[in-house]
């Protein structure tokens, strides 16, 4: 049973989860950090509805607690922001930082915890109904929204409702209301749900990881039989991929094969190969040429490489994918022939 199956058949207890969350391979890593920064939106719109309790609270009472509470929370809410816009720009950059999953982390657990630590002192040490019911309902209501934009890494997820909603159970419990009883009660109830559900959710989109992954090494293996050169590139023009044909024709693998400065292209035909993928990248249109490529066994065969350019969502394109086919030199004779006559 391959890992896709596993996570959807398996009833995985949170620690478990946790764990596989903590030993995900690097490239399931890259993607799923990805997630955390796929929305600025949302992260902007408990950025500031937080802020907004933060600073009500702290125009609304003396007590030093509830204000230093709720004046820190619009700081590092601001600073959650920033972080989460440089990461998102360094990411369509190719320049990710590598401790951005370590940064959100940090910032989404102290955002979340100051949010129930502003819960807590307004219900402990205030008699303010409103403002008891602002920080409550923003506190449970961005533990609840957290955990469906985070549920792709539960560790996070799990965090941040637990340091959200889980102050407000003990501000509850030691009132001398039976309401607030009745309330705590079912905080704990909604934050046990929330994180069954936030469990679920994780297996499911974990799952949905790993089919499509095992579906890309697949096609990479078809790929990989194909008798045709297959390559791929980045939008600057840069391979990033080869096929194992490549190697065989040519007899250097992807990390030695390198059109700038190894002579695979026959030198008459290099300013023309080059100014037309010079054409395309610009423009962003359909790529072919026909040249001469080097050989393994140092003799130069006529090939035909054709290319496509794939976009994102915003019509920029994200990679160029491309095929080089060898050509019959004497069919390319002939058909030179037929031009000129």
Same mark, same amino acid.
């Given at each position: 049973?391959?890992?896709?199956?596993?996570?959807?058949?398996?009833?995985?207890?949170?620690?478990?989860?946790?764990?596989?969350?903590?030993?995900?391979?690097?490239?399931?890593? @890259?993607?799923?950090? $990805?997630? +955390?920064?796929?929305?600025?939106?949302?992260? /902007? =719109? #408990?950025? *500031? %509805? !937080?802020?907004? &309790?933060?600073?009500?609270?702290?125009?609304?009472?003396?007590?030093?607690?509830?204000?230093?509470?709720?004046?820190?929370?619009?700081?590092?809410?601001?600073?959650?922001?920033?972080?989460?816009?440089?990461?998102?720009?360094?990411?369509?950059?190719?320049?990710?930082?590598?401790?951005?999953?370590?940064?959100?982390?940090?910032?989404?657990?102290?955002?979340?915890?100051?949010?129930?630590?502003?819960?807590?002192?307004?219900?402990? @040490?205030?008699?303010? $109904?409103? +403002?008891?019911?602002?920080?409550?309902?923003? /506190? =449970? #209501?961005? *533990? %609840? !929204?957290?955990? &469906?934009?985070?549920?792709?890494?539960?560790?996070?997820?799990?965090?941040?409702?637990?340091?959200?909603?889980?102050?407000?159970?003990?501000?509850?419990?030691?009132?001398?209301?039976?309401?607030?009883?009745?309330?705590?009660?079912?905080?704990?109830?909604?934050?046990?749900?929330?994180?069954?559900?936030?469990?679920?959710?994780?297996?499911?989109?974990?799952?949905?990881?790993?089919?499509?992954?095992?579906?890309?090494?697949?096609? @990479?293996?078809?790929?990989?039989? +194909?008798?045709?050169?297959?390559?791929?590139?980045?939008?600057?023009?840069?391979?990033?991929?080869?096929?194992?044909?490549?190697?065989?024709?040519?007899?250097?693998?992807?990390?030695?094969?390198?059109?700038?400065?190894?002579?695979?292209?026959?030198?008459?035909?290099?300013?023309?190969?080059?100014?037309?993928?010079?054409?395309?990248?610009?423009?962003?249109?359909?790529?072919?040429?026909?040249?001469?490529?080097?050989?393994?066994?140092?003799?130069?065969?006529?090939?035909?490489?054709?290319?496509?350019?794939?976009?994102?969502?915003?019509?920029?394109?994200?990679?160029?994918?491309?095929?080089?086919?060898?050509?019959?030199?004497?069919?390319?004779?002939?058909?030179?022939?037929?031009?000129?006559?």
């Amino acid at each position: 049973m391959d890992e896709g199956a596993k996570l959807a058949t398996d009833e995985m207890a949170i620690p478990a989860l946790v764990k596989a969350d903590r030993d995900l391979d690097a490239r399931s890593r @890259r993607q799923l950090v $990805g997630t +955390l920064f796929a929305s600025p939106k949302s992260l /902007a =719109i #408990g950025a *500031a %509805a !937080g802020s907004l &309790a933060g600073l009500m609270t702290a125009a609304s009472t003396t007590d030093a607690w509830c204000v230093a509470a709720g004046l820190a929370i619009p700081v590092v809410a601001t600073l959650r922001v920033i972080h989460s816009l440089v990461e998102q720009r360094c990411s369509r950059m190719g320049s990710a930082s590598g401790k951005a999953e370590f940064f959100y982390e940090m910032g989404a657990w102290v955002f979340s915890g100051l949010l129930g630590l502003l819960a807590f002192f307004v219900l402990t @040490r205030t008699t303010n $109904g409103p +403002l008891h019911l602002l920080v409550a309902c923003v /506190a =449970i #209501g961005y *533990a %609840a !929204g957290i955990c &469906a934009r985070n549920a792709g890494r539960p560790v996070i997820a799990l965090g941040q409702l637990a340091f959200a909603a889980l102050p407000i159970t003990p501000a509850l419990a030691f009132s001398d209301e039976p309401a607030h009883w009745a309330l705590a009660a079912i905080n704990v109830a909604f934050i046990l749900a929330l994180a069954d559900i936030t469990r679920k959710t994780a297996i499911a989109f974990k799952s949905a990881v790993a089919s499509s992954e095992a579906r890309e090494a697949e096609l @990479r293996e078809t790929l990989e039989y +194909l008798p045709n050169l297959i390559w791929r590139a980045d939008p600057a023009g840069d391979f990033t991929y080869h096929s194992r044909r490549w190697k065989e024709f040519t007899g250097f693998d992807m990390a030695e094969f390198d059109h700038h400065r190894r002579p695979f292209i026959h030198p008459n035909d290099k300013v023309e190969y080059y100014a037309a993928w010079r054409s395309s990248l610009k423009a962003g249109t359909r790529f072919e040429a026909q040249y001469r490529l080097r050989h393994k066994s140092g003799d130069y065969r006529w090939m035909l490489s054709r290319a496509m350019p794939e976009y994102d969502g915003s019509g920029r394109i994200v990679r160029w994918h491309g095929a080089c086919v060898e050509l019959d030199y004497d069919d390319i004779v002939q058909r030179s022939y037929r031009a000129k006559s």
